[in-house]
């Protein structure tokens, strides 16, 4: 089980990971792209490949993931755990 968490976590790009991660905190597509200085469009794209390399099928199921899985692998992935609210 804890391998296939870890494959997953490593095919997340580190951009993909701060959008699972404000995902987490209940943003919508417009506030990621603002907090992240892209557009609307290329969070959409992120989306898409997050959904595909979590195999999920929304951005609440990729929420759920994250929060049952990227929390307890901090200590593994160090970059998990960055801040990446600006300020």
Request: proline share 2%; charged share 25%; hydrophobic share 45%.
């Amino acid at each position: 089980w804890q391998k296939g968490v870890c494959e997953k976590i490593k095919r997340l790009t580190y951009q993909e990971v701060k959008i699972v991660k404000l995902l987490m905190a209940g943003k919508n597509n417009q506030i990621i792209a603002e907090t992240l200085n892209i557009a609307v469009k290329t969070v959409t794209f992120h989306l898409t490949s997050i959904f595909s390399k979590l195999q999920v099928k929304s951005r609440h199921e990729a929420a759920l993931w994250a929060m049952e899985n990227l929390l307890d692998n901090l200590d593994i992935y160090p970059y998990l755990d960055q801040d990446i609210f600006p300020g």
